[in-house]
């Protein structure tokens, strides 16, 4: 039997061969020490083709958008991509590891800068997730600070790693609590804000270059089970990019300037346990269940659904459960950081998780605060949202702020509902609040569509494919299509930036009065110029869909806190119609026999998820072109609510700020 010396020194040498083996186990690593086990896999070239033919094929056939991104008119002028010529580079480009070919098919998807079309890898996304104890705020527009609550998040958030942050700081008089409040005159030696720009061109999600900006600082948002601190780009990275960072500081009350070098470190994420480099690549790595399609009617429709994993909504965990979702993908899971106790909202009149409903202090001024368009049920959201704006009213409020900071989407029918219980019955809201949409009309999903009308009852009987004519309604007559109507011809023909395009007919509504269990009121509850809403910018999807219609069609009024003096602040991005991913079309193709035609992708082999937007929503008749897809139209808010170090992150503050505005 091995001596205890004898056994280290075995597992160093093991370790030494083998990186993987020196992280596992172990709760908080080096980040150095996460890259050495990831850059240890060699690029398998099947593996790669796979991916790269899934992604390809995704892209060319299901997403909206590809060819939009080639170049987006102003405001949104600096996103240019061509996503398939980068395929087609990296098809042909050696890459040292298996890792720096991941980072360049992520980067590559994000540089189009939509939240809905995001490829994730979780053999390394958030596998380990890089944090360090600085969270920061943008103050007055202009100077970056360490957030003042930045010790509490710390203490309650990384209890078992503070003293390492300590003693690498120890200099500092007072220690990691003294730099709370502090101004960041230099990051790396340079401008705060180079470091800011530079994080804004890598991290995509959203057109507006300002929301890209905003994502580097902390925020808030309103959870299922409670409130949850944002950490930001600068503290909380999905890969293990950064060893550690040099600030330059001004502290609070005082004059002179100090430099300090703060570490990363890596804390592993939701993976699964591993001994080696083999186990993790075995248990992280490869094709999980919900990473492809499933033949709807083959017994496995019960299997998890795809998107789990890469969302931050609260949304059903199994396929059948889907309604229409509009939400961003994001490969920085979600962590269980609590908003400080004396920053959070208290005494809520009514709620449902995600949706929280306050009366301010003014006894006229109402809050809806609301983190996703989702629930855990569907109904129970609805009936919640009406539930609570009446309590609103009836508790006297006479005009309405909805907080959507960090809503990343969800239900389709959520931001019709809402807008319809604020609103009121009118030509806006009935038969529905949303935008007209289209789909791509390409080829492969023709031949999907026939395949269907060919025998509806025998091959989607109950009606699961998004593909579906059953689904649909026709504008024309506002009546859902028959079943034996291909609903994408005659397909409508586009110049997209000197490519030809193939898109459907226009949709009829999606949502009408059957999803309230409980008729909704036949007066408005607000009128339109009394509702406020505000966010970070970063409200997307049905977030989007919510926001655009009330600021358009209802005059409500937009504020963005927290953002560059010098920056145009937009309250919403990625507007969409519709997303999905390539696990639900890969279930359309099987369930419909498709699968082994030519322009289908293949089965994935990784544990990866591609996201799509599906159906593309268009500006508004009468207020805008309605022929332009209002993704790409500007979204100007009305106000940027500059924050100062108290109103950084504190909601009840914040609230009664906005309600000073209008």
Excluded at 256 to 284: K, L
Aim: hydrophobic share 40%; charged share 20%.
């Amino acid at each position: 039997m091995l001596s205890a010396l004898a056994a280290a020194a075995l597992f160093g040498v093991v370790a030494a061969q083998d990186p993987c083996a020196s992280i596992a186990g172990r709760k908080w690593v080096a980040p150095a020490d996460v890259r050495a086990c990831f850059t240890s896999f060699a690029v398998n070239e099947t593996e790669k083709t796979n991916i790269l033919d899934v992604v390809n094929k995704t892209l060319s056939v299901f997403h909206t958008s590809t060819s939009y991104a080639l170049q987006l008119p102003p405001p949104y002028e600096d996103v240019h991509e061509d996503i398939l010529a980068d395929l087609a580079r990296i098809s042909g480009q050696e890459y040292a590891s298996d890792y720096d070919l991941h980072i360049d098919i992520s980067r590559s998807v994000k540089r189009l800068k939509d939240g809905h079309c995001v490829w994730a890898n979780y053999c390394y996304d958030s596998a380990f997730v890089n944090y360090n104890p600085l969270p920061l705020v943008l103050v007055n527009g202009e100077t970056v600070h360490i957030a003042s609550e930045a010790y509490d998040v710390a203490s309650a958030e990384f209890g078992d790693q503070l003293s390492v942050w300590e003693d690498a700081l120890s200099s500092v008089q007072g220690g990691l609590a003294a730099l709370s409040g502090a101004e960041v005159l230099a990051i790396n030696g340079a401008d705060p804000f180079e470091a800011v720009n530079a994080n804004a061109e890598i991290v995509g999600g959203y057109q507006a270059f300002a929301t890209r900006q905003n994502s580097f600082f902390s925020s808030y948002q309103r959870a299922s089970a409670n409130w949850s601190y944002i950490l930001g780009n600068f503290a909380q990275q999905s890969l293990p990019l950064s060893d550690s960072v040099s600030l330059t500081l001004r502290l609070p009350e005082a004059y002179d300037t100090i430099e300090i070098e703060v570490p990363y470190y890596s804390r592993i994420g939701a993976i699964s346990n591993f001994t080696d480099a083999a186990s993790y690549r075995a248990g992280n790595c490869v094709a999980v269940d919900g990473t492809n399609g499933v033949d709807y009617y083959d017994g496995s429709d019960d299997s998890v659904a795809p998107l789990m994993k890469a969302v931050q909504a609260d949304i059903p965990p199994t396929r059948k459960e889907y309604k229409r979702m509009n939400v961003i993908l994001d490969t920085t899971k979600s962590v269980d950081v609590t908003l400080p106790p004396s920053r959070q909202p208290s005494d809520p009149i009514s709620g449902f998780g995600v949706g929280q409903f306050y009366l301010l202090p003014d006894n006229t001024t109402g809050v809806f605060a609301f983190g996703s368009f989702s629930a855990g049920s569907f109904d129970a959201g609805i009936a919640g949202m009406q539930a609570g704006l009446q309590g609103l009213k009836d508790s006297g409020a006479q005009k309405l702020i909805v907080d959507v900071t960090n809503n990343g989407g969800g239900y389709v029918c959520f931001a019709h509902a809402l807008h319809r219980l604020i609103s009121g019955p009118k030509a806006s809201t009935v038969p529905n609040a949303g935008l007209n949409t289209t789909a791509r009309a390409h080829e492969l999903a023709q031949s999907i569509v026939e395949a269907i009308i060919a025998d509806p009852q025998g091959v989607d009987p109950d009606v699961n494919l998004l593909y579906n004519p059953r689904q649909w309604v026709d504008i024309d007559d506002n009546l859902p299509y028959d079943a034996d109507e291909n609903w994408l011809i005659p397909p409508v023909v586009k110049d997209v930036n000197g490519r030809r395009e193939y898109f459907s007919p226009t949709l009829g509504p999606d949502c009408d009065e059957s999803i309230f269990s409980t008729p909704p009121p036949q007066e408005p509850l607000f009128e339109g110029a009394d509702v406020i809403i505000v966010s970070n910018g970063r409200c997307a999807s049905s977030c989007s869909l919510f926001s655009t219609t009330m600021a358009k069609s209802e005059g409500a009024k937009t504020v963005v806190v927290g953002g560059k003096s010098d920056q145009d602040q937009k309250y919403c991005g990625v507007v969409g119609g519709q997303s999905t991913d390539f696990s639900t079309m890969d279930s359309e193709l099987k369930t419909t026999g498709l699968k082994n035609a030519s322009l289908a992708p293949p089965n994935l082999l990784v544990n990866g998820v591609q996201g799509i937007t599906w159906r593309l929503g268009y500006g508004i008749d009468g207020v805008d072109d309605p022929t332009i897809p209002e993704e790409f139209l500007d979204k100007p808010a009305d106000v940027n609510l500059k924050l100062t170090l108290e109103l950084a992150n504190n909601p009840p503050a914040l609230w009664e700020e906005v309600a000073k505005l209008f």
